[in-house]
């Protein structure tokens, strides 16, 4: 027989399911919210959690999450709930719920999918993307070597110009093997002392700091007291200026603090040749976890990707994979399937410019930034004629040639048989 978890704020939901789950012969634990079913769960090791959707504290899709992400998911769960729909029940499943149960339960529903669930194996552990998938690009192998080098110095840790997915594969990167792993934004419970305890040695772990709530930054100034104490770092990340948390009202001494060391994510624009190698790496990882479908891209639609601006940057360009691997109706990607994600309004994409990112960098870097925008335009609309591009941006061969050199911009063999 097994040991079951019931989820559940409603005494009387509790009660019923302990009383059917006994009679079969299960020892039944009960909690009435996420905070005593994380107690239960890291002492009990339940073989199973029946796990309610809507709680007063933190709801259940939220306490799903956060054992997913942190590895805590390492038996069944079904979701249970009395307003089920089916978007919930496609999230709880994305997420790693195995089953759903509609309220009023009834007992034979009950038992059978009891049964079912306690037969799941769970899926084996895969560990999570960090950059050292991408070795083989110069630009994430930099960005490995400066988040490690400025990780080794201090317990906070700033992310500029970073949130979502590459923000925690850049965190992820910096976890230890089988240390703890504990995302801040992911609950609006009140963070405990047993909960940092538990996370000793590991990393605290925060994707955006503008979408935090005002609970979750009382977490988080609870955490920077305790950081030495229990050996923990902090990973934070933001897409926007410091200036905007003190907007938003954020405590001037918080925001010092967290912007004492940062590292800033490259930007996609002047690093073309690096986005078929990052995208096809992406598209792998997403196919080993059985996130997507088997997919692998054309060289044609590779191209299309390095050739697109990206205005989004690194959540855009994520976000384009998945999509890509998720709508494209063949195995193999084609490059009408990426002009279909990324289509825009030719209007739109005309004026159009990765401007705002550049008014976050110190002038030297904006400049250089704005320049490599400027020769891309150009080398674009000329179709790399280079004595056409001279004309039009007032320079002298040489020197167009070596300022496109100091700004990264590899011409190759084509702009010479343009000429």
Same mark, same amino acid.
């Given at each position: 027989?097994?040991?079951?978890?019931?989820?559940?704020?409603?005494?009387?939901?509790?009660?019923?399911?302990?009383?059917?789950?006994?009679?079969?012969?299960?020892?039944?634990?009960?909690?009435?919210?996420?905070?005593?079913?994380?107690?239960?769960?890291?002492? $009990?090791?339940?073989?199973?959690?029946?796990?309610?959707?809507?709680?007063?504290?933190?709801?259940?899709? +939220?306490?799903?999450?956060?054992?997913?992400?942190?590895?805590?998911?390492?038996?069944?769960?079904?979701?249970? !709930?009395?307003?089920?729909?089916?978007?919930?029940?496609?999230?709880?499943?994305?997420?790693?719920?195995?089953?759903?149960?509609?309220?009023?339960?009834?007992?034979?529903?009950?038992?059978?999918?009891?049964?079912?669930?306690?037969?799941?194996?769970?899926?084996?552990?895969?560990?999570?993307?960090?950059?050292?998938?991408?070795?083989?690009?110069?630009?994430?192998?930099?960005?490995? $070597?400066?988040?490690?080098?400025?990780?080794?110095?201090?317990?906070?840790?700033?992310?500029? +110009?970073?949130?979502?997915?590459?923000?925690?594969?850049?965190?992820?990167?910096?976890?230890?093997?089988?240390?703890?792993?504990?995302?801040?934004?992911?609950?609006?419970?009140?963070?405990?002392?047993?909960?940092?305890?538990? !996370?000793?040695?590991?990393?605290?772990?925060?994707?955006?700091?503008?979408?935090?709530?005002?609970?979750?930054?009382?977490?988080?100034?609870?955490?920077?007291?305790?950081?030495? $104490?229990?050996?923990?770092?902090?990973?934070?990340?933001?897409?926007? +200026?410091?200036?905007?948390?003190?907007?938003?009202?954020?405590?001037?001494?918080?925001?010092?603090?967290?912007?004492?060391?940062?590292?800033?994510?490259?930007?996609?624009?002047?690093?073309?040749?690096?986005?078929?190698?990052?995208?096809?790496?992406?598209?792998?990882?997403?196919?080993?976890?059985? @996130?997507?479908?088997?997919?692998?891209?054309?060289?044609?639609?590779?191209?299309?990707?390095?050739?697109?601006?990206?205005?989004?940057?690194? !959540?855009?360009?994520?976000?384009?994979?998945?999509?890509?691997?998720?709508?494209?109706? @063949?195995?193999?990607? +084609?490059?009408?399937?990426?002009?279909?994600?990324?289509?825009?309004?030719?209007?739109?994409?005309?004026?159009?410019?990765?401007?705002?990112?550049?008014?976050?960098?110190?002038?030297?870097?904006?400049?250089?930034?704005?320049?490599?925008? =400027?020769?891309?335009?150009?080398?674009?609309?000329?179709?790399?004629?280079?004595?056409?591009?001279?004309?039009?941006?007032?320079?002298?061969?040489?020197?167009? =040639?070596?300022?496109?050199?100091?700004?990264?911009?590899?011409?190759?063999?084509?702009?010479?048989?343009?000429?």
């Amino acid at each position: 027989m097994a040991q079951i978890l019931v989820v559940d704020d409603e005494i009387g939901i509790r009660e019923l399911l302990s009383e059917i789950l006994a009679d079969e012969g299960h020892t039944v634990w009960l909690a009435e919210h996420a905070a005593a079913a994380r107690k239960i769960r890291n002492e $009990k090791r339940p073989d199973l959690v029946l796990l309610d959707i809507w709680m007063p504290d933190t709801d259940g899709i +939220s306490l799903l999450k956060e054992w997913s992400s942190g590895g805590l998911l390492t038996m069944p769960v079904v979701m249970m !709930s009395g307003h089920g729909t089916i978007d919930t029940a496609v999230e709880a499943t994305r997420i790693g719920a195995i089953d759903f149960l509609e309220k009023p339960i009834a007992l034979q529903k009950l038992l059978a999918t009891v049964k079912k669930a306690l037969k799941h194996e769970a899926a084996p552990h895969k560990p999570p993307l960090t950059l050292d998938a991408f070795a083989r690009s110069p630009l994430l192998k930099d960005l490995k $070597k400066r988040l490690e080098q400025a990780a080794a110095k201090t317990q906070i840790l700033l992310l500029k +110009s970073a949130s979502g997915g590459i923000a925690e594969i850049c965190a992820r990167t910096l976890q230890a093997p089988q240390t703890p792993w504990l995302d801040l934004s992911a609950s609006s419970a009140p963070l405990t002392q047993e909960m940092l305890e538990k !996370s000793a040695g590991g990393i605290l772990f925060i994707a955006d700091l503008l979408l935090l709530g005002k609970l979750q930054q009382m977490n988080l100034v609870f955490a920077l007291e305790r950081l030495e $104490k229990h050996n923990l770092q902090l990973v934070a990340a933001s897409t926007r +200026s410091l200036a905007a948390l003190d907007e938003a009202g954020w405590d001037p001494a918080l925001i010092a603090r967290l912007g004492e060391v940062w590292v800033a994510l490259p930007q996609l624009a002047g690093h073309a040749d690096d986005v078929p190698e990052i995208a096809a790496l992406v598209l792998n990882h997403l196919v080993e976890r059985s @996130e997507v479908p088997q997919r692998h891209f054309s060289s044609s639609a590779l191209n299309a990707l390095r050739m697109h601006r990206w205005q989004g940057e690194w !959540s855009e360009l994520l976000a384009a994979v998945k999509n890509l691997a998720l709508s494209a109706l @063949e195995e193999e990607i +084609s490059v009408e399937d990426v002009g279909r994600v990324l289509q825009r309004d030719a209007g739109e994409a005309a004026v159009q410019t990765p401007i705002m990112p550049m008014f976050e960098q110190p002038l030297r870097d904006a400049r250089e930034a704005f320049e490599r925008l =400027y020769f891309e335009h150009h080398l674009k609309s000329e179709r790399g004629n280079m004595t056409r591009v001279a004309e039009k941006t007032g320079l002298e061969r040489t020197h167009l =040639y070596r300022k496109l050199k100091q700004l990264g911009l590899n011409l190759g063999r084509r702009s010479e048989e343009r000429e």
